[in-house]
Protein backbone atom coordinates (compact mmCIF):
# COMPACT_ATOMS: atom_id res chain seq x y z
CA UNK A 1 0.00 0.00 0.00
CA UNK A 2 1.31 3.56 -0.98
CA UNK A 3 1.75 6.19 1.43
CA UNK A 4 -0.01 9.03 0.40
CA UNK A 5 3.29 11.75 0.06
CA UNK A 6 2.45 15.78 1.01
CA UNK A 7 3.61 18.17 -1.16
CA UNK A 8 5.50 21.34 0.72
CA UNK A 9 4.57 24.36 0.73
CA UNK A 10 6.60 26.23 -1.97
CA UNK A 11 9.33 24.07 -1.00
CA UNK A 12 10.18 25.69 2.66
CA UNK A 13 10.23 23.22 5.53
CA UNK A 14 8.11 24.74 8.79
CA UNK A 15 10.76 25.18 11.30
CA UNK A 16 9.53 25.98 15.14
CA UNK A 17 11.51 26.51 18.11
CA UNK A 18 15.01 27.84 18.10
CA UNK A 19 15.26 26.57 14.61
CA UNK A 20 12.36 29.45 13.44
CA UNK A 21 14.22 31.85 15.57
CA UNK A 22 17.76 31.46 14.65
CA UNK A 23 16.06 32.36 10.65
CA UNK A 24 16.58 35.55 10.78
CA UNK A 25 20.41 35.35 11.14
CA UNK A 26 22.94 35.25 14.39
CA UNK A 27 24.34 38.80 12.54
CA UNK A 28 21.14 40.73 12.98
CA UNK A 29 21.17 40.33 17.12
CA UNK A 30 24.62 40.73 17.08
CA UNK A 31 23.59 44.13 15.70
CA UNK A 32 20.90 44.68 18.20
CA UNK A 33 22.63 43.75 20.67
CA UNK A 34 24.98 47.04 21.44
CA UNK A 35 21.72 49.09 21.80
CA UNK A 36 20.19 46.24 24.11
CA UNK A 37 23.23 45.77 26.49
CA UNK A 38 22.74 49.54 26.72
CA UNK A 39 18.92 49.81 27.11
CA UNK A 40 19.75 47.11 30.08
CA UNK A 41 22.44 48.56 31.65
CA UNK A 42 21.60 52.39 31.97
CA UNK A 43 17.28 52.27 31.34
CA UNK A 44 16.29 48.62 32.94
CA UNK A 45 18.89 47.87 35.67
CA UNK A 46 18.17 51.26 37.15
CA UNK A 47 14.61 51.71 37.03
CA UNK A 48 14.85 48.12 38.94
CA UNK A 49 17.26 49.39 41.46
CA UNK A 50 15.28 51.95 42.27
CA UNK A 51 12.00 50.11 43.02
CA UNK A 52 14.54 47.77 45.53
CA UNK A 53 15.47 50.87 46.56
CA UNK A 54 12.00 52.09 47.78
CA UNK A 55 11.88 49.27 50.22
CA UNK A 56 14.97 50.45 51.75
CA UNK A 57 15.98 52.97 53.74
CA UNK A 58 19.81 53.86 52.21
CA UNK A 59 21.34 56.65 52.09
CA UNK A 60 25.15 55.79 50.23
CA UNK A 61 26.78 55.80 53.48
CA UNK A 62 24.97 53.22 55.35
CA UNK A 63 27.15 53.30 58.64
CA UNK A 64 25.72 50.99 61.31
CA UNK A 65 26.52 53.13 63.94
CA UNK A 66 24.72 56.09 62.68
CA UNK A 67 22.85 55.66 59.71
CA UNK A 68 22.52 52.07 59.35
CA UNK A 69 20.76 50.56 55.96
CA UNK A 70 18.50 48.36 55.37
CA UNK A 71 15.14 47.03 54.36
CA UNK A 72 11.95 48.79 55.95
CA UNK A 73 9.09 47.11 54.32
CA UNK A 74 6.64 49.84 52.80
CA UNK A 75 7.54 51.96 55.34
CA UNK A 76 8.54 55.00 53.17
CA UNK A 77 5.30 54.43 51.47
CA UNK A 78 3.17 54.30 54.25
CA UNK A 79 5.34 57.32 55.82
CA UNK A 80 4.65 59.43 52.92
CA UNK A 81 1.04 58.63 51.97
CA UNK A 82 0.24 58.61 55.98
CA UNK A 83 2.60 61.22 57.91
CA UNK A 84 4.72 63.13 55.82
CA UNK A 85 3.52 66.83 55.66
CA UNK A 86 5.82 68.77 52.87
CA UNK A 87 4.72 65.56 50.85
CA UNK A 88 0.95 66.12 50.99
CA UNK A 89 1.84 70.00 50.32
CA UNK A 90 3.49 69.07 47.29
CA UNK A 91 0.74 67.11 46.47
CA UNK A 92 -1.78 69.43 46.86
CA UNK A 93 0.30 72.40 44.86
CA UNK A 94 1.22 70.08 41.99
CA UNK A 95 -2.53 68.43 41.64
CA UNK A 96 -3.58 72.66 41.02
CA UNK A 97 -0.53 73.60 39.00
CA UNK A 98 -1.36 70.18 36.75
CA UNK A 99 -5.24 71.22 36.52
CA UNK A 100 -4.40 75.05 35.49
CA UNK A 101 -1.14 74.64 33.33
CA UNK A 102 -2.90 71.30 31.37
CA UNK A 103 -6.49 72.97 30.83
CA UNK A 104 -5.32 76.62 30.49
CA UNK A 105 -2.78 75.59 28.35
CA UNK A 106 -4.86 73.40 26.08
CA UNK A 107 -7.30 76.64 25.67
CA UNK A 108 -4.59 78.57 24.51
CA UNK A 109 -2.99 76.53 22.29
CA UNK A 110 -6.58 75.94 20.18
CA UNK A 111 -7.00 79.63 20.68
CA UNK A 112 -4.13 80.03 18.83
CA UNK A 113 -4.54 77.65 16.47
CA UNK A 114 -8.01 79.25 15.02
CA UNK A 115 -6.90 82.14 14.95
CA UNK A 116 -3.34 81.53 12.77
CA UNK A 117 -5.19 78.61 11.19
CA UNK A 118 -5.26 80.73 7.47
CA UNK A 119 -2.29 80.23 5.70
CA UNK A 120 -0.96 83.57 4.96
CA UNK A 121 2.54 85.27 5.25
CA UNK A 122 2.19 87.22 8.52
CA UNK A 123 0.35 84.04 10.27
CA UNK A 124 3.41 82.19 9.40
CA UNK A 125 5.75 84.50 10.50
CA UNK A 126 3.40 84.80 14.18
CA UNK A 127 3.62 80.78 14.06
CA UNK A 128 7.53 80.73 14.53
CA UNK A 129 7.24 82.97 17.04
CA UNK A 130 4.64 81.28 19.21
CA UNK A 131 6.64 78.52 18.77
CA UNK A 132 10.08 79.41 19.38
CA UNK A 133 9.72 79.20 23.39
CA UNK A 134 8.94 75.09 23.04
CA UNK A 135 12.42 74.69 21.50
CA UNK A 136 13.98 77.52 23.92
CA UNK A 137 16.23 76.24 26.88
CA UNK A 138 14.18 75.78 29.79
CA UNK A 139 16.82 77.36 32.32
CA UNK A 140 17.42 80.56 30.18
CA UNK A 141 13.57 80.95 30.20
CA UNK A 142 13.14 80.87 34.17
CA UNK A 143 16.23 83.12 34.03
CA UNK A 144 14.52 85.44 31.90
CA UNK A 145 11.34 85.14 33.80
CA UNK A 146 12.61 85.20 37.28
CA UNK A 147 14.36 88.64 36.10
CA UNK A 148 11.08 89.68 35.15
CA UNK A 149 9.45 88.75 38.53
CA UNK A 150 11.83 90.11 40.60
CA UNK A 151 10.86 92.17 43.90
CA UNK A 152 12.91 94.81 43.37
CA UNK A 153 12.82 97.59 41.35
CA UNK A 154 15.13 96.07 38.68
CA UNK A 155 12.79 93.64 37.77
CA UNK A 156 10.38 94.11 34.68
CA UNK A 157 7.11 94.10 36.34
CA UNK A 158 8.08 96.79 39.01
CA UNK A 159 9.88 98.58 37.00
CA UNK A 160 6.71 99.11 34.91
CA UNK A 161 4.78 99.62 38.06
CA UNK A 162 6.89 101.88 39.00
CA UNK A 163 6.36 104.35 36.10
CA UNK A 164 2.94 104.96 36.86
CA UNK A 165 3.68 105.08 40.80
CA UNK A 166 2.92 101.74 42.13
CA UNK A 167 5.07 100.62 44.13
CA UNK A 168 7.42 97.46 43.85
CA UNK A 169 5.75 93.70 44.78
CA UNK A 170 7.33 90.68 45.98
CA UNK A 171 5.77 88.86 43.54
CA UNK A 172 7.94 85.63 44.13
CA UNK A 173 7.39 85.68 47.84
CA UNK A 174 3.55 86.51 47.64
CA UNK A 175 2.56 83.26 48.85
CA UNK A 176 -0.87 82.94 46.60
CA UNK A 177 1.28 84.14 43.77
CA UNK A 178 3.96 81.43 43.32
CA UNK A 179 1.38 78.73 41.16
CA UNK A 180 -0.61 80.85 39.37
CA UNK A 181 2.82 82.05 37.86
CA UNK A 182 4.57 78.57 37.56
CA UNK A 183 1.07 78.17 35.38
CA UNK A 184 1.62 81.24 33.47
CA UNK A 185 5.26 80.45 32.52
CA UNK A 186 4.34 77.03 31.54
CA UNK A 187 1.81 78.27 29.18
CA UNK A 188 3.95 80.58 27.57
CA UNK A 189 6.39 77.70 26.94
CA UNK A 190 4.45 75.35 25.72
CA UNK A 191 1.15 76.83 24.10
CA UNK A 192 3.14 76.73 20.49
CA UNK A 193 3.98 73.66 20.83
CA UNK A 194 0.04 72.56 21.60
CA UNK A 195 -0.81 75.21 18.69
CA UNK A 196 1.16 73.33 16.02
CA UNK A 197 -0.48 69.85 16.78
CA UNK A 198 -4.05 71.55 16.82
CA UNK A 199 -3.00 73.27 13.45
CA UNK A 200 -2.28 69.92 12.33
CA UNK A 201 -5.26 68.51 13.10
CA UNK A 202 -7.69 71.18 12.03
CA UNK A 203 -5.69 71.12 8.40
CA UNK A 204 -6.65 67.13 8.45
CA UNK A 205 -10.46 67.83 8.64
CA UNK A 206 -12.60 68.12 5.11
CA UNK A 207 -13.87 71.66 4.38
CA UNK A 208 -16.69 69.36 3.12
CA UNK A 209 -17.88 69.61 6.61
CA UNK A 210 -17.97 73.13 6.88
CA UNK A 211 -19.23 73.54 3.53
CA UNK A 212 -22.34 71.66 4.40
CA UNK A 213 -22.61 72.85 7.96
CA UNK A 214 -23.26 76.15 6.22
CA UNK A 215 -25.70 75.54 4.10
CA UNK A 216 -27.93 73.90 6.89
CA UNK A 217 -27.83 77.33 8.27
CA UNK A 218 -24.99 76.27 11.26
CA UNK A 219 -23.50 79.52 12.75
CA UNK A 220 -19.84 79.71 13.80
CA UNK A 221 -20.26 78.61 17.15
CA UNK A 222 -22.19 75.44 16.00
CA UNK A 223 -19.27 74.32 13.73
CA UNK A 224 -16.85 74.61 16.14
CA UNK A 225 -19.08 72.45 18.60
CA UNK A 226 -20.60 70.07 16.30
CA UNK A 227 -17.60 69.60 13.72
CA UNK A 228 -13.98 71.06 15.40
CA UNK A 229 -14.16 69.49 18.58
CA UNK A 230 -15.46 65.87 17.84
CA UNK A 231 -12.79 66.08 15.32
CA UNK A 232 -9.47 66.99 17.52
CA UNK A 233 -10.76 65.07 20.18
CA UNK A 234 -7.48 63.04 19.15
CA UNK A 235 -5.04 65.80 19.24
CA UNK A 236 -7.12 66.86 22.50
CA UNK A 237 -6.30 63.59 24.23
CA UNK A 238 -2.79 63.59 22.51
CA UNK A 239 -1.98 67.27 24.15
CA UNK A 240 -4.03 66.61 27.30
CA UNK A 241 -1.72 63.06 27.95
CA UNK A 242 1.66 64.92 27.02
CA UNK A 243 0.95 68.07 28.84
CA UNK A 244 -0.20 66.05 32.15
CA UNK A 245 2.69 64.01 32.30
CA UNK A 246 5.08 67.20 31.63
CA UNK A 247 3.41 68.95 34.18
CA UNK A 248 3.78 66.68 37.10
CA UNK A 249 7.76 66.92 36.47
CA UNK A 250 7.79 70.83 36.55
CA UNK A 251 11.41 70.97 38.19
CA UNK A 252 13.23 74.18 36.85
CA UNK A 253 10.95 76.61 37.71
CA UNK A 254 10.46 75.49 40.74
CA UNK A 255 14.32 75.29 41.77
CA UNK A 256 15.45 78.13 40.32
CA UNK A 257 12.63 80.74 41.29
CA UNK A 258 11.82 79.70 44.85
CA UNK A 259 14.71 78.31 46.87
CA UNK A 260 14.99 78.88 50.70
CA UNK A 261 17.31 80.01 53.22
CA UNK A 262 18.11 76.67 54.41
CA UNK A 263 18.84 75.34 51.24
CA UNK A 264 15.69 73.06 50.61
CA UNK A 265 13.54 73.44 47.99
CA UNK A 266 10.01 75.20 47.71
CA UNK A 267 10.14 78.82 49.00
CA UNK A 268 8.09 80.06 51.83
CA UNK A 269 6.07 78.04 53.78
CA UNK A 270 6.64 75.59 50.58
CA UNK A 271 4.33 77.79 48.60
CA UNK A 272 5.54 76.29 44.82
CA UNK A 273 6.71 72.70 46.49
CA UNK A 274 5.68 70.19 43.60
CA UNK A 275 6.54 66.30 43.78
CA UNK A 276 10.06 66.02 41.71
CA UNK A 277 11.46 69.03 43.24
CA UNK A 278 10.50 67.46 46.69
CA UNK A 279 11.98 64.46 45.20
CA UNK A 280 15.37 65.80 44.17
CA UNK A 281 15.14 67.70 47.88
CA UNK A 282 14.74 64.16 50.11
CA UNK A 283 17.48 62.27 47.44
CA UNK A 284 20.24 64.50 46.61
CA UNK A 285 20.19 67.65 49.65
CA UNK A 286 19.43 65.18 52.80
CA UNK A 287 20.49 61.81 51.02
CA UNK A 288 17.08 59.96 51.72
CA UNK A 289 18.16 57.91 48.48
CA UNK A 290 15.49 55.38 49.72
CA UNK A 291 12.56 58.05 50.57
CA UNK A 292 13.23 59.84 47.03
CA UNK A 293 13.15 56.35 45.03
CA UNK A 294 9.38 55.86 46.61
CA UNK A 295 8.26 59.15 46.01
CA UNK A 296 9.09 58.29 42.09
CA UNK A 297 7.31 54.90 42.25
CA UNK A 298 4.05 57.28 43.60
CA UNK A 299 4.80 59.70 40.99
CA UNK A 300 4.85 56.83 38.25
CA UNK A 301 1.94 55.57 39.57
CA UNK A 302 -0.15 59.12 39.74
CA UNK A 303 0.65 59.65 35.79
CA UNK A 304 -0.02 56.13 34.99
CA UNK A 305 -3.67 56.00 36.68
CA UNK A 306 -4.35 59.98 35.41
CA UNK A 307 -3.33 58.72 31.64
CA UNK A 308 -5.20 55.65 32.01
CA UNK A 309 -8.24 57.64 33.29
CA UNK A 310 -7.85 60.26 30.16
CA UNK A 311 -7.90 56.96 27.70
CA UNK A 312 -10.56 55.71 29.57
CA UNK A 313 -12.98 58.20 29.45
CA UNK A 314 -12.13 59.49 25.61
CA UNK A 315 -12.88 55.73 24.59
CA UNK A 316 -16.27 55.61 26.84
CA UNK A 317 -16.92 59.27 24.95
CA UNK A 318 -16.40 57.67 21.50
CA UNK A 319 -18.57 54.59 22.32
CA UNK A 320 -21.42 56.94 23.23
CA UNK A 321 -21.29 58.34 19.65
Not at 262 to 269: A, R
Request: hydrophobic share 50%.
Amino acid sequence: MLKSIKPSTDGVSRKTGFRRFSDVGISTYLMLSPFAILFLVFSVYPVLSSLRLSFMRYNAICNPDQSPCGSVGFGNYTTLIFQDDRFHKALSNTALYVIGAVILGMIASLSLALALQEDTRANRILRVIFFLPSVTSGIAVVLVWGWVFRGDAVGLLNAILNLVGVEPIEWLATTWMAIPILIFMSMWGGAGFGMILFLAGLNSIPAMYYEAAVIDGAGPRQRFRYITLPLLRPVMVYVGITGTIGAFQIFEGVYLLFPTSVGSIGGLQDMALMIVPYLYDAGFNKFRLGYASAIAWILFAIIFVVSMINLRITRSLEDLK
